[in-house]
């Protein structure tokens, strides 16, 4: 939901946002899933404008929620799970809630808003939020060390890129290709180096709000779940797993499918691939999930590739920071994608 152009975001969204038009056409395939990554907790003082843009204010997510509740069927994970493996049908406008990662705000200050608007969730959560210290996630803990001071010598013992060295001329670019070298680590190599990196930056760094940056740890997971929301995996670290080999790829998705269900002592139906878009995984990633034995796997966008819809490749609405309400509706409605896909992006 990145690339809206000023004009749609500005002036044709709200404009027919405002007659109501958006709200009565049917989304594409009859549903919609809907994907946040946790709001911006009461206590987070210190904006990390980019890595934020993620997050939403709760008073926004309410304002959603109560448009949703309003124009469309909320549904529970589990009716989704009927329309996936036993083909039940889906309510007409049928939108299923998703919220990616498992950040500690999710059960502080998300939850709340879920349950004062009676509506249930499905979390994807990390093999991390089945330890005890599950600490930050990797990516964003670099991106804030990086903020610091370059990694200098700690850069050099990643692997190189995976293809030609794409320009690196801003910071957001910087990092992103370090997150790239990274994940060709293998899980425990790429926790060593970044024990490495910790070690090399000194004393334990107070990023401010624990509940922005650290991870859902087990017992707090134990408590979305018991609150009555669906739990699914997410991979074991969150790597960009089209650089993982074949057997590294596996065990990510694998093992976070067995460790969750042996955490959490029931099925767990349903993955969402880590950064979930085209750049980041394929059809590989697809085959694996299936074979992992989910029932369905989700992306983080709107579209995926020709071909008949696949129920390991599900769409998802990537809500952020920036998204106005119009614009959720233009979403929503698959008035977005249909423009796109006419203007051939
Ligand atoms: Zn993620």
Redesign the pocket.
């Given at each position: 939901m990145r690339f809206v152009s000023p004009l749609l975001k500005h002036a044709v969204y709200p404009a027919l946002h405002h007659s109501g038009w958006l709200d009565r056409i049917t989304p594409p395939g009859g549903y919609a899933v809907v994907n946040y990554h946790g709001v911006v907790p009461s206590d987070h003082s210190e904006p990390e404008v980019f890595l934020d843009g993620n997050l939403v204010q709760p008073e926004v997510l309410r304002q959603q929620l109560q448009f949703l509740k309003g124009h469309y069927e909320l549904i529970h994970p589990d009716d989704f799970r009927a329309w996936v493996e036993q083909g039940k049908a889906l309510p007409p406008r049928a939108i299923l809630l998703t919220c990616?990662?498992g950040l500690l705000n999710t059960l502080t200050d998300m939850l709340p808003v879920l349950q004062s608007e009676g509506v249930s969730c499905m979390f994807f959560v990390t093999g991390a939020s089945c330890r005890n210290n599950p600490g930050m996630l990797w990516y964003e803990e670099l991106y804030r060390l990086m903020r610091i001071r370059t990694l200098n010598s700690l850069e050099t013992q990643l692997p190189p890129e995976a293809g030609p060295s794409p320009v690196a001329d801003t910071f957001q670019s910087r990092w992103w290709s370090t997150v790239r070298r990274a994940s060709r680590l293998n899980a425990k190599e790429r926790s060593d180096w970044m024990a490495a990196v910790r070690s090399e930056f000194g004393a334990k760094k107070n990023f401010g709000s624990e509940k922005r940056w650290r991870l859902l740890s087990i017992a707090e997971l134990g408590l979305l779940a018991d609150a009555g929301m669906s739990i699914g995996a997410?991979t074991q670290s969150?790597p960009v797993l089209s650089l993982c080999n074949d057997e590294e790829t596996q065990r990510e998705i694998h093992e976070s499918k067995s460790e969750l269900e042996r955490t959490l002592g029931r099925p767990v139906w349903a993955f969402a691939y880590?950064?979930g878009n085209p750049a980041t995984m394929g059809e590989r990633e697809l085959r694996l999930a299936r074979e992992a034995g989910f029932a369905c796997a989700f992306l983080n966008v709107e579209h995926w590739g020709a071909g008949p819809p696949s129920p390991f490749a599900l769409p998802r609405i990537h809500v952020t920071a920036n998204t106005t309400l119009p614009e959720f509706a233009a979403h929503l409605s698959g008035l977005h994608i249909r423009l796109q896909r006419a203007m051939g992006s």
């Open positions: 990616d990662d997410h969150h880590p950064f």
